[in-house]
């Protein structure tokens, strides 16, 4: 019974007692606290219960603050926090390849700091952002920088700081993020291309639209390779989504693209359908959005549509990847740092791996997703 009631807290289930808006403060402030203990009492546990800081991360509210995410975060991919790298050294810039370009987004990237932050301090971080990224990259000569990266960066250097971010965002490189850091942006449109399957099975009028616009997927290119923290303008919904993400498949972050088309689907189908127009409205994100709503949708996509149902859709059948159907069943145990026979290895549709075809979530029936249509056309 206790269980029970702990898996409700963690999954954001809140029942109100009483009446009246203090009551309902009195409510969530009681809901918070408890969250709180559940979120201490699984990382005290031995061995650290993962599963539960999992629920957390994903449940209403996500980690909440910024110490318990320095503490759980590390443990969502697996970090040793007592052996970190240790700061790079003055050499970390020496004869590096992709130094002007880094250093040239780093000094863009202002807006990514705290308003009121003093000039001194930002600048120090700065540098120490420069450092991270250029050190990631010489230790793993297998990665590729690329133009958003220092986005996805700059939020862990100002959460958990520069060692920790080091080796969380070297974790994070070789594996939620691989796709992304190949040499060339093929593997990142075969990402993009589970776009428009996702909302074929959920609004085929939408999907059509889009089609017959001629739109494609590049508008949420900046949303995918940033984690969305280029395009959102409030750190603590950065934040949200880091929570979500990092407990999450490491193709949550296009079924969260998704949901935000979706979410937006009076306005597309409002819009002139011509590619121009229907570009336009969907690369200006909202920042109002209803980010716990969309959050636990995007969850219930990835549940009834997951991407081993999705794969052949999206054309992923002869690429490589990190990302391998068998182990990717929603149904199975999932480990954000597990890699696939040590090494990327190459992606199977579904109907090729069960007998019987990939099953319709919607009807039941055991068959793939229509894809005569087009997988979304890839970008």
């Keep these: 019974m206790k269980r029970v009631k702990k898996r409700q807290q963690l999954s954001g289930s809140r029942s109100v007692n009483g009446s009246g808006s203090g009551a309902k403060r009195e409510e969530h402030v009681s809901w918070k606290k408890q ?18 800081l999992r629920r957390a991360a994903v449940s209403e509210g996500g980690l909440l603050t910024d110490d318990v995410r320095r503490k759980v975060w590390p443990k969502l991919l697996s970090v040793n926090v007592f052996e970190l790298p240790a700061k790079p050294g003055k050499n970390v810039r020496e004869n590096h390849k992709d130094y002007n370009q ?19 301090e930002r600048e120090v971080l700065q540098e120490q952002l420069i450092d991270i990224i250029l050190d990631v990259l010489r230790r793993n000569p297998q990665l590729h920088y690329y133009q958003g990266y220092h986005d996805i960066v700059v939020t862990f250097l ?25 040499p060339t942006m093929d593997s990142t449109k075969h990402i993009l291309n589970y776009l428009m399957p996702i909302l074929e099975q959920v609004d085929p009028e939408l999907h ?95 549940d009834s549509y997951p991407p081993t149902l999705l794969a052949s859709c999206a054309a992923l059948q002869s690429r490589k990847s990190v990302f391998d159907p068998m182990s990717l069943s929603v149904h199975q145990r999932w480990s954000v740092t597990q890699k696939v026979g040590g090494q990327r290895s190459r992606v199977r549709t579904e109907s090729g791996a069960r007998a019987g075809g990939p099953v319709n979530h919607r009807t039941g029936g055991e068959r793939a997703p229509d894809c005569s249509s087009g997988p979304g056309e890839d970008v």
């Excluded at 709180?36 to 650290?48: G, K, R, T, W, Y």
């Excluded at 880094?102 to 932050?117: H, K, Q």
Aim: glycine residues 4%.
């Design 35 to 52: 969250k709180l203990v559940d979120i201490h009492q699984a990382l005290n546990s031995d061995p650290v219960d993962i599963e539960t």
């Design 102 to 120: 880094v250093l040239l987004d780093v000094r863009r990237s202002m807006r990514r700091f705290p308003r009121g932050m003093r000039v001194g």
């Design 158 to 182: 100002l959460v958990v700081g520069e060692r920790m971010a080091i080796a969380m965002v070297e974790t994070l490189s070789n594996h939620h993020l691989r796709d992304f850091m190949d």
């Design 208 to 302: 059509g639209f889009m089609l017959r616009a001629e739109v494609g997927t590049i508008f949420a290119l900046s949303w995918l390779i940033t984690w969305y923290g280029h395009v959102l303008s409030e750190f603590r919904h950065i934040l949200r989504l880091y929570d979500f993400f990092l407990a999450s498949h490491p193709l949550m972050a296009i079924y969260f693209a998704a949901v935000i088309v979706l979410h937006r689907e009076r306005e597309v189908k409002s819009s002139d359908c011509d590619m121009a127009s229907v570009h336009h409205l969907l690369s200006q994100i909202p920042q109002n959005l209803p980010y716990e709503q969309l959050i636990t949708q995007a969850q219930r996509l990835f």
